[in-house]
């Protein structure tokens, strides 16, 4: 989708808090299962990427996945039918929350398989590669993810091949309960990159600006042909893993300082010292968020379960046509 | 009562109690406790040395308990969903497995591992795939569908010799048994249970399933219906004696499985008591299995996946009527 | 009189001048032509571009090929030996399987790759794996016993929107079939094909036991002993049908498969006529399989782990005497 | 084994020559069959990584394993046997060339699956950190083995955790028929070290001493609880990959250039430079390693098949003593 102005993006991580703290309510109230892993916190690294992208470019994420969904432009009512598992969610009830995707948006899913979609985004990008197409493929990846085997092979793989990807790893602390210190021998991601004869990036991931302009700058070079970018955007995930951790792995008080520096709050102080009719805008962002969040439940819950007949339909793709 | 949890808590406490060489390898099992919780507050207990989180390294994690197997400790390792283990396949089928035949090493490893649907977690969480090890000469793998089971089975499987694949069933976890202060003694591996007995149908079932045909096994007993139900506690070394004495007994069976029909392991038999048994059967054998689809996350279709009491009984009631 | 090996050679030669977006994608498989010599000489024909050598990372290879497919693409990836498709196990279980049924998108890979004993080559390099892929939905299995089968096939794998398992038996590669000028058309999955008609003894069997039985029931054929041959050609989508109906025609079955026995296909086999056909069954089925035990490198050791065109007669002069 | 001078250590060096030289003979010849991967001019990083170890250490090897085996001190003449897949073999046949191990040696076995030994390797180490055992474990590995998703898991779980273990690359340039350039993106291992935490270190591989010492040092450091250090050692394949390699992918040209620089040649100028006596005592271990080849092909060729009967014993270990 397309950002024309920081209002915009605003308007989309505010969206995007809205949704999760939804989700967290409806899961503590029971009304929908499953699993789920919100990013409230992360709001400005998928805002920032999505607003970075252009309209033909592709994106692949992980299981913490709603955030980067609804800044590629999917639409929260879907979504929440999906978390409802009902038939008019994006995938039918079949994806929830972890595996849910839209080809028309360049969304090429959620993966509950962590670094599970590495090779999926390296695939995209060939293709791209292939046929020149001028697409690149944003990769997210989480700090614990770039400890599976699978991150090692692709970004060897892709930097070999000058792949127009780029990798986008949210490090936000915390791999469930494994500290960086206890997943990562070296704590720096963007380090890693050199092991594949490339540079990292790491920037502050809280800030919009930074993030669209790290992501930014990465897309213009694997666009022009410089191959794979590692984009490191520093963050924290202030709720838990999912909705069953009690998150004693840390500190109330190392919780409360992340807090000082969550993303949506500073985005609005940076706008409000830019623009004086920042306060209003805010505001009417801020109520057409949750407006919107409202009639997506709505949505979701006045929508009909899927017919379990279907169950077996669409395990295989129809033929498709050939050269 | 005692949750199956806490049962299996209990016994890796003894165990790690019991041996200095027992130790615990996994994501997120230390101050987390594990994604299910089996096996919180052990590090306070045993500390990060022996309760031992990893980076998330399936590959690693599982050749690492290997070498540390050979070497001569004795690894539990958690893979935290099932669905996962398929990131381990390699280091379970080219090394584990053929450790002894070929290297003369022993490997004492036990991966656990929960399985299975009904919670709504989607196709990436909710598999059993004991299938991907049954083909596998040099594994052994355990099913159990009762906590007293599971305690008795992850005894002899930590002090065994061999590399066992352990799968613990989500929806039992939260289910409570009758478990006396000290724990069951350990129970071999090859010993099936007859924990219903009938003279109609047999039914041959592990893990979750086991539990629910011996649920629906009760209920037929008021219907006059005799269900002889097997729950085979483990899949390698299978116990073909206990299952052949059964249908043999009732002249009509039914096998339980989870996964999809096909190429599972109710196959496997359905082919050994074809071998066996053709003459003792007085009805086409039949397979009660999940659908070939994956597991869907919404409740609505995933209960479609899922054999439950009532398919089981019904199939049971088929059988009979044949 | 062309080889197997040829003949796949030319298939994919074929298919690649035919669709600009079908791409080579494994480890040595341009200027080495493939541990087995298949794609020799593509690559001066293609280029590397389209004869893409990898690193050695069997995981993203694969998952390159899946995205490369879901985007328009249409990979052939090889698997140098099917024994390390074991580190691929994720990707093809938990993405290729699952990209149409959750994601809409088509996957249209085939991974091609070698399998079997018979070469003396050692435990990690001589299984039949299929196994590992047979009880997961979604995916689709071919098992070819002669060339033009493995061209047809490969032909309808590549066109097709689905990801298959494209198992090449390294004994056939050196043999020779009679293939015309033009290559056969494309066969559709799931037929499975009569090799050799007799009314005494079914015997099923894929891959390169689909070979030996051929051989064995034209010995017998001298016998007396009349058998019919179902070669299976995919396992996955199963031709159900056409082993029904010769094994009701003959009403004795044997299937001959060259795993360990247990956990096997064959397993499958065995359940779906036990399901479907129990009383048209004159004797016990039987399973011909290895035993339950890795593939020892040794030439006396290996000849004992798979089935012969010996013992496969034996074993069907036995049911036909029963 | 214990290598007392130089001259021990060429004494192995050319009896790997020589062993190596014979299979690929009897492979030529149809006396032997299945597979096997030579190791014709990587003798000195055998035999440099056995002389820095200590009696206790343990070793893992790869497919290309033969003279890893004998320079831990592995007997021709079972080797032999097991190549010819005889009773009498180390696994009375059943290993074959890719598969042999000797325990007692401190042999943890060479593997058929690239990158198969790391975490086996990783978890040796931790049974010797675990019980303050002195115990340090080399693991070798190819360039090519780089690749693998299990490197990277090893490398950085080793690392986290200081684990006594010297990870050994011998880049010989070729993966197979996978030049370097083809399969790493940043063809210089040592530097995959950063990634990790940890300073890499890449010596000449052709020279004995450069590579005992660098093993040395990095033996030293992990037993003194420094934990994962990882030397990359230069050499060059001078065989072909496997018996039906054509080397087609690289240049004649090239080769000569590499038979320059052999190990096993330049090992000998040196102590004939330094030794007066030295041309007398080579030529008298080359006619000691060809007469123990020799007899380790007849100990071979004479010992029974297995017998058949045998195949199913030894799947599972026999029980074990418990504490
Ligand atoms: C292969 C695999 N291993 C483990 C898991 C369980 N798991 C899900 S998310 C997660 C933590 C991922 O951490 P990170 O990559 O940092 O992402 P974050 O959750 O912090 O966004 C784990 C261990 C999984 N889904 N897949
Ligand atoms: C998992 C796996 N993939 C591929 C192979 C096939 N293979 C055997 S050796 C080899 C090349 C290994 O290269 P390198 O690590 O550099 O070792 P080298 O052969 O040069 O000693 C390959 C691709 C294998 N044995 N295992
Ligand atoms: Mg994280
Ligand atoms: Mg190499």
């Given at each position: 989708?397309?950002?024309?102005?920081?209002?915009?993006?605003?308007?989309?991580?505010?969206?995007?808090?809205?949704?999760?703290?939804?989700?967290?309510?409806?899961?503590?109230?029971?009304?929908?299962?499953?699993?789920?892993?919100?990013?409230?916190?992360?709001?400005?690294?998928?805002?920032?990427?999505?607003?970075?992208?252009?309209?033909?470019?592709?994106?692949?994420?992980?299981?913490?996945?709603?955030?980067?969904?609804?800044?590629?432009?999917?639409?929260?009512?879907?979504?929440?039918?999906?978390?409802?598992?009902?038939?008019?969610?994006?995938?039918y009830g079949r994806a929830g929350s972890q595996m849910m995707s839209d080809l028309s948006l360049g969304f090429y899913g959620a993966n509950g398989i962590t670094a599970g979609s590495m090779g999926l985004a390296c695939g995209l990008a060939l293709q791209a590669q292939?046929?020149?197409?001028?697409?690149?493929?944003?990769?997210?990846?989480?700090?614990?993810?770039?400890?599976?085997?699978?991150?090692?092979?692709?970004?060897?793989?892709?930097?070999?091949?000058?792949?127009?990807?780029?990798?986008?790893?949210?490090?936000?602390?915390?791999?469930?309960?494994?500290?960086?210190?206890?997943?990562?021998?070296?704590?720096?991601?963007?380090?890693?990159?050199?092991?594949?004869?490339?540079?990292?990036?790491?920037?502050?991931?809280?800030?919009?600006?930074?993030?669209?302009?790290?992501?930014?700058?990465?897309?213009?070079?694997?666009?022009?042909?410089?191959?794979?970018?590692?984009?490191?955007?520093?963050?924290?995930?202030?709720?838990?893993?999912?909705?069953?951790?009690?998150?004693?792995?840390?500190?109330?008080?190392?919780?409360?300082?992340?807090?000082?520096?969550?993303?949506?709050?500073?985005?609005?102080?940076?706008?409000?010292?830019?623009?004086?009719?920042?306060?209003?805008?805010?505001?009417?962002?801020?109520?057409?968020?949750?407006?919107?969040?409202?009639?997506?439940?709505?949505?979701?819950?006045?929508?009909?379960?899927?017919?379990?007949?279907?169950?077996?339909?669409?395990?295989?793709?129809?033929?498709?046509?050939?050269? | 009562?005692?949750?199956?949890?806490?049962?299996?808590?209990?016994?890796?406490?003894?165990?790690?109690?019991?041996?200095?060489?027992?130790?615990?390898?996994?994501?997120?099992?230390?101050?987390?406790?594990?994604?299910?919780?089996?096996?919180?507050?052990?590090?306070?207990?045993?500390?990060?040395?022996?309760?031992?989180?990893?980076?998330?390294?399936?590959?690693?994690?599982?050749?690492?308990?290997?070498?540390?197997?050979?070497?001569?400790?004795?690894?539990?390792?958690?893979?935290?969903?099932?669905?996962?283990?398929?990131?381990?396949?390699?280091?379970?089928?080219?090394?584990?497995?053929?450790?002894?035949?070929?290297?003369?090493?022993?490997?004492?490893?036990?991966?656990?591992?929960?399985?299975?649907g009904g919670r709504g977690y989607g196709a990436t969480h909710s598999q059993t795939l004991e299938r991907l090890f049954t083909g596998t000469p040099g594994l052994h793998i355990a099913a159990p569908s009762t906590a007293a089971d599971a305690s008795a089975l992850l005894?002899?499987?930590?002090?065994?010799?061999?590399?066992?694949?352990?799968?613990?069933?989500?929806?039992?976890?939260?289910?409570?048994?009758?478990?006396?202060?000290?724990?069951?003694?350990?129970?071999?591996?090859?010993?099936?249970?007859?924990?219903?007995?009938?003279?109609?149908?047999?039914?041959?079932?592990?893990?979750?399933?086991?539990?629910?045909?011996?649920?629906?096994?009760?209920?037929?007993?008021?219907?006059?219906?005799?269900?002889?139900?097997?729950?085979?506690?483990?899949?390698?070394?299978?116990?073909?004696?206990?299952?052949?004495?059964?249908?043999?007994?009732?002249?009509?069976?039914?096998?339980?499985?989870?996964?999809?029909?096909?190429?599972?392991?109710?196959?496997?038999?359905?082919?050994?008591?074809?071998?066996?048994?053709?003459?003792?059967?007085?009805?086409?054998?039949?397979?009660?299995?999940?659908?070939?689809?994956?597991?869907?996350?919404?409740?609505?279709?995933?209960?479609?996946?899922?054999?439950?009491?009532?398919?089981?009984?019904?199939?049971?009631?088929?059988?009979?009527?044949?």
């Open positions: 989708m397309t950002f024309h102005s920081d209002f915009d993006c605003y308007g989309r991580m505010v969206l995007i808090r809205r949704f999760e703290e939804a989700v967290e309510r409806l899961f503590s109230e029971g009304r929908i299962t499953g699993t789920a892993h919100v990013c409230i916190g992360q709001e400005a690294i998928a805002v920032g990427m999505a607003a970075a992208m252009q309209p033909n470019d592709a994106f692949t994420s992980t299981h913490r996945g709603h955030g980067h969904f609804l800044a590629m432009g999917g639409d929260p009512g879907r979504m929440m039918a999906e978390m409802f598992g009902k038939a008019t969610g994006y995938a292939y046929h020149n197409t001028g697409r690149v493929v944003v990769c997210t990846i989480g700090d614990g993810a770039s400890n599976e085997g699978m991150f090692h092979e692709s970004l060897n793989l892709a930097a070999l091949w000058h792949l127009p990807l780029v990798v986008v790893c949210e490090n936000n602390g915390y791999a469930m309960s494994t500290p960086l210190s206890v997943g990562l021998a070296n704590q720096s991601i963007a380090a890693r990159a050199a092991a594949y004869g490339i540079t990292g990036t790491a920037v502050d991931g809280n800030s919009l600006s930074a993030v669209r302009d790290a992501v930014s700058l990465a897309l213009t070079q694997a666009r022009s042909g410089k191959g794979l970018q590692l984009v490191e955007c520093h963050t924290y995930r202030l709720s838990g893993h999912s909705k069953g951790d009690k998150r004693e792995y840390r500190s109330p008080a190392e919780e409360a300082a992340a807090w000082e520096n969550e993303p949506l709050a500073r985005l609005a102080a940076e706008l409000e010292k830019q623009y004086p009719d920042a306060p209003g805008r805010i505001a009417q962002l801020n109520q057409q968020a949750a407006e919107t969040i409202a009639a997506a439940i709505e949505f979701a819950v006045s929508s009909p379960d899927p017919d379990p007949s279907t169950v077996c339909d669409d395990l295989f793709a129809p033929h498709l046509p050939t050269a | 009562m005692k949750t199956f949890t806490a049962t299996i808590r209990d016994t890796l406490a003894a165990e790690l109690r019991r041996d200095p060489n027992v130790f615990l390898i996994g994501e997120d099992i230390g101050a987390y406790g594990g994604a299910f919780g089996v096996t919180r507050g052990l590090i306070s207990e045993f500390g990060p040395n022996r309760i031992r989180d990893t980076p998330i390294s399936e590959q690693a994690l599982i050749g690492t308990a290997i070498g540390a197997a050979a070497a001569g400790l004795r690894p539990v390792a958690e893979i935290m969903f099932m669905d996962f283990i398929t990131l381990a396949v390699d280091q379970l089928t080219n090394l584990a497995a053929k450790l002894h035949y070929i290297y003369k090493l022993p490997c004492p490893i036990v991966v656990r591992t929960p399985a299975g005894q002899s499987a930590i002090r065994g010799a061999t590399p066992v694949i352990f799968i613990e069933h989500k929806l039992l976890y939260p289910l409570r048994w009758e478990i006396g202060l000290t724990l069951p003694p350990p129970l071999p591996f090859g010993h099936a249970n007859i924990t219903h007995s009938g003279n109609n149908v047999t039914v041959v079932a592990w893990s979750y399933m086991a539990h629910l045909a011996l649920t629906a096994a009760n209920q037929l007993a008021a219907e006059g219906i005799g269900v002889e139900v097997v729950d085979l506690r483990t899949l390698a070394p299978l116990d073909e004696e206990t299952i052949t004495a059964a249908v043999r007994k009732t002249g009509r069976l039914l096998i339980v499985e989870e996964g999809p029909k096909t190429g599972g392991f109710a196959g496997e038999i359905a082919a050994r008591i074809f071998e066996t048994s053709y003459d003792y059967l007085e009805a086409p054998l039949r397979r009660l299995a999940g659908p070939d689809t994956p597991v869907p996350a919404s409740r609505t279709l995933e209960a479609a996946c899922i054999p439950t009491v009532e398919t089981i009984a019904n199939a049971i009631r088929e059988l009979a009527s044949l």
